[in-house]
């Protein structure tokens, strides 16, 4: 059974994609009704020979940002969304760095500089000539650092003179 598409002009804001990379935006008509971030610290145990190994910060993963239930719809204007859907999907290609485009997320008063992980499109609303007017999309976005170097990690444990360790 078809679920029936909810109303798009229910909510107030937008979430907007900025490509960093070609300078176009892709504004979605209807604010999610969620955004889940996820985060992952890595810590590395240090070797002992008796009792519970001490842990060290190692680093972080990538901020991962998980954007579901957007919609582009053209359905109160009769306008094709083929040339977003387009551009959503080519956000996935590679550009001339041989990576795809560097994108910035954006709603109220948050920003994410990132890359897009995974795009999900459901079309859901045809013109009689088979264009898409309405479709649900899902994006998994990876936040990217800004353009500074990764620090070197010092060395975390070093032997002194008498054999102990010292931290």
Do not use: H, K
Not at 16 to 38: H, K
Not at 49 to 68: C, D, K, Q, S
Not at 72 to 100: C, F, K, V, Y
Not at 105 to 130: H, I, K, M, N, T
């Amino acid at each position: 059974m078809m679920e029936r598409p909810r109303r798009v002009n229910n909510r107030t804001g937008r979430f907007v994609l900025v490509n960093l990379t070609r300078a176009s935006t892709i504004e979605f008509d209807r604010f999610p009704g969620r955004i889940q971030t996820r985060a992952q610290v890595n810590w590395d145990g240090q070797d002992v020979t008796i009792g519970m190994r001490p842990l060290f910060y190692a680093n972080r993963e990538p901020r991962e940002l998980l954007v579901e239930d957007l919609w582009l719809d053209g359905t109160l204007r009769n306008a094709s969304i083929q040339p977003q859907l387009a551009e959503l999907e080519a956000l996935a290609d590679e550009g001339e760095r041989g990576t795809p485009s560097v994108l910035l997320a954006q709603w109220g008063d948050e920003q994410y500089r990132c890359v897009l992980r995974s795009v999900e499109l459901e079309r859901v609303r045809f013109a009689p000539s088979g264009e898409p007017l309405r479709a649900r999309v899902s994006l998994t976005l990876l936040e990217v650092g800004g353009e500074e170097r990764p620090r070197v990690v010092a060395q975390r444990v070093r032997r002194n003179e008498e054999s102990s360790f010292t931290f």
